[in-house]
Antibody, heavy 117, light 110 residues
Framework: QVQLVESGGGVVQPGRSLRISCAASGFTFSGHGMHWVRQAPGKGLEWVAIIWYDGSKKYYEDSVKGRFTISRDNSKNTVSLEMNSLRAEDTAVYYC??????????WGQGTLVTVSS | QSALTQPASVSGSPGQSITISCTGTSSDVGSYNLVAWYQQYPGKGPKLMIYEVSKRPSGVSNRFSGSKSGNTASLTISGLQAEDEADYYCYSYGGGVTYVFGTGTKVTVL
């Protein structure tokens, strides 16, 4: 069965960096675009970034553009999000999500990133 | 891109039917049949309940159904059960690399 397991979340000071990762299993990883979607405490879902199935294209939500970098390793079935210059408003649960033809079909359990001094 | 508009809360008694609306624009809901609905329990990741407006993934109860008219999509839960109490989010593809979620609806089973 499809599994997406995020890791790497934690507490980080404003302005610092953090890298979160997602290990995928149970499907042909290289056949799907992968996304990160976040959810601030008590708030709704917000799309953050996408990486094409082959890593050839990457796109970001405007507020994270230039600060976050999405990457993937199809040989290890992993996708990562490098987050730099973190701000308090980046505090959220970050979900690793699989795309299937324009919608999201499988989500991980999420990893909490807290930006606080 | 603005979030799709959902009612903050909807409630119903066991056995009743409820409908959650999701209003977007002609650039997202009105233009694509890539509308989905997600169920989320506290502390858990979202689960796909409906995709492509009205299709149900394997394993999802047929008490859940979806529809769309113009710029508004809807999720109907029939025969409401205690286990349906959760947050529900709609989603629409918006063209290019635009992915839009709804504001979320808390469903309460009375």
């Amino acid at each position: 069965q499809v599994q997406l397991v995020e890791s790497g979340g934690g507490v980080v000071q404003p302005g610092r960096s953090l890298r979160i990762s997602c290990a995928a299993s149970g499907f042909t990883f290289s056949g799907h675009g992968m996304h990160w979607v976040r959810q601030a405490p008590g708030k709704g879902l917000e799309w953050v970034a996408i990486i094409w199935y082959d890593g050839s294209k990457k796109y970001y939500e405007d507020s994270v553009k230039g600060r976050f970098t999405i990457s993937r390793d199809n040989s290890k079935n992993t996708v990562s999000l490098e987050m730099n210059s973190l701000r308090a408003e980046d505090t959220a649960v970050y979900y690793c999500v699989r795309e299937e033809r324009g919608f999201f079909d499988y989500w991980g359990q999420g990893t909490l990133v807290t930006v606080s001094s | 891109q603005s979030a799709l508009t959902q009612p903050a809360s909807v409630s119903g008694s066991p056995g009743q039917s409820i409908t959650i609306s999701c209003t977007g624009t002609s650039s997202d809901v009105g233009s694509y049949n890539l509308v989905a609905w997600y169920q989320q329990y506290p502390g858990k990741g979202p689960k796909l309940m409906i995709y492509e407006v009205s299709k149900r993934p394997s394993g999802v109860s047929n008490r859940f159904s979806g529809s769309k008219s113009g710029n508004t999509a809807s999720l109907t839960i029939s025969g409401l059960q205690a286990e349906d109490e959760a947050d529900y989010y709609c989603y629409s593809y918006g063209g290019g690399v635009t992915y839009v979620f709804g504001t979320g609806t808390k469903v309460t089973v009375l």
